[in-house]
């Protein structure tokens, strides 16, 4: 069993900045790539970051591009989004995801294992 538990989201201002975390556990594999996704009410699960195992394989999406930066620390098996310059639809349910294999992917269909999810709520 794998599992993945998210931390940091709240309620901030926009304009203002949050740092989300995401703490892997279990039987990983000896490498795995992770994401952070992200769906509001009433939409689909989103693609906002994902990293590949050493960093060197990093994708964002458009939305958050410049403003959101994806690492990852493995020797503590966690990886974090910090979020600046937040807007209002930046607000949703932040998900970590994790798949088997080195590189990243922008598809939530690619992932093996997901978190619960963390709120960020961003008032304008």
């Known amino acids: 069993q794998v599992q993945l538990v998210e931390s940091g989201g709240g309620l901030v201002q926009a304009g203002g900045s949050l740092r989300l975390s995401c703490a892997a556990s279990g039987r990983l594999s000896s490498s795995y790539a992770m994401g952070w996704f992200r769906q509001s009410p009433g939409k689909e699960r989103e693609f906002v970051a994902a990293?590949?195992?050493?960093?060197?394989?990093?994708y964002y999406a458009d939305s958050v591009k410049g403003r959101f930066t994806i690492s990852r620390d493995n020797a503590k098996s966690t990886v974090y989004l910090q979020m600046n310059s937040l807007k209002p639809e930046d607000t949703a349910v932040y998900y970590c995801?994790?798949?088997?294999?080195?590189?990243?992917?922008?598809?939530?269909?690619?992932?093996?294992?997901w978190g619960q999810g963390t709120q960020v709520t961003v008032s304008s």
């Open positions: 995801a994790a798949r088997r294999g080195y590189f990243a992917r922008v598809n939530a269909y690619d992932y093996d294992y």
């Open positions: 990293a590949s195992w050493g960093s060197d394989n990093i």
